[in-house]
């Protein structure tokens, strides 16, 4: 059994594999002052109320955008798991080049997105993550990791409007009834929204334009489940891409030893 884990900003994904096939997943809050023995408690416990032991896991692998936690969760796997952990990142095969001027500025999430989506959907696409930040991720038709684009997630934007302004309030984000609010709240959902389905036509439109053939367009994220739809171009809604990518990549290296 394989646990794939994913340390983003806000959340850490978490899946088990037998297999090929995704048995459970779960999301917990990435928090960077936790220690190891508090993670264990917490993957204990999902264990646990999952009905899933501890000691059918083989094999561990994860990525992370949280440098402070890498030690962490490599304890973890060895304490908790007795596991010496596959980490992504330099040394680890991804069989995808990576064209940025400077490979290590890459997240590791990213590359796994873009290898999971290259090898479900081939290329050239694009890998919309919806996270803490919105990622754009370009794989060619060759399964070159071209680069991309990056822009503040919807969360980050409206905590913004709260944080820096004395009388706007924390909201809900979700899709008004119509763009002219007569609230605040309803404006500010109004802006938010809309303006957020505006910057994600447009990145992906600009992306297509210095593209030459018109790539597969693929959501993954916290917030894609909801705002996917409303945008023309995506093509492809995949939940768990980076467990996904994280289990190919495992795979990938296993093989090679």
């Known amino acids: 059994m394989l646990l794939a884990i994913d340390i983003g900003n806000t959340n850490i994904a978490v899946g088990v594999f037998r297999d090929k096939v995704l048995e459970k997943n779960w999301r917990v809050r990435t928090e960077r002052d936790k220690t190891c023995d508090e993670y264990g408690i917490t993957f204990s416990n999902l264990f646990s109320f999952s009905g899933l032991k501890i000691s059918e896991v083989d094999s561990v692998i994860f990525s992370s955008v949280v440098p402070p936690l890498t030690p962490v969760f490599q304890k973890l796997s060895r304490d908790v798991f007795g596991i010496r952990p596959m980490v992504v990142g330099p040394g680890l095969k991804t069989g995808m080049p990576i064209l940025y001027e400077n490979p290590l500025e890459v997240g590791a999430d990213r590359v796994v997105a873009s290898v999971a989506a290259f090898h479900k959907f081939g290329g050239p696409c694009i890998v919309v993550d919806f996270g803490t930040a919105t990622t754009f991720d370009v794989v060619s038709e060759q399964g070159e990791y071209m680069g991309g684009a990056i822009a503040p997630g ?53 992306i297509t334009r210095e593209m030459s053939r018109k790539p597969k367009v693929v959501s993954t994220g916290g917030y894609a489940a909801q705002i996917f739809r409303e945008i023309e171009a995506v093509e492809y809604h995949e939940p768990h891409l980076v467990l996904e990518g994280l289990r190919i990549l495992f795979e990938k290296n296993r093989e090679t030893g």
């Open 154 to 206: 919807i969360q980050i934007a409206a905590e913004a409007l709260y944080l820096k302004t004395a009388k706007l309030p924390r909201i809900e984000i979700r899709k008004p009834a119509k763009a002219i609010g007569r609230t605040t709240v309803a404006s500010m959902q109004s802006g938010l929204y809309f303006g957020y389905m505006g910057l994600l036509s447009n990145v992906i439109e600009e």
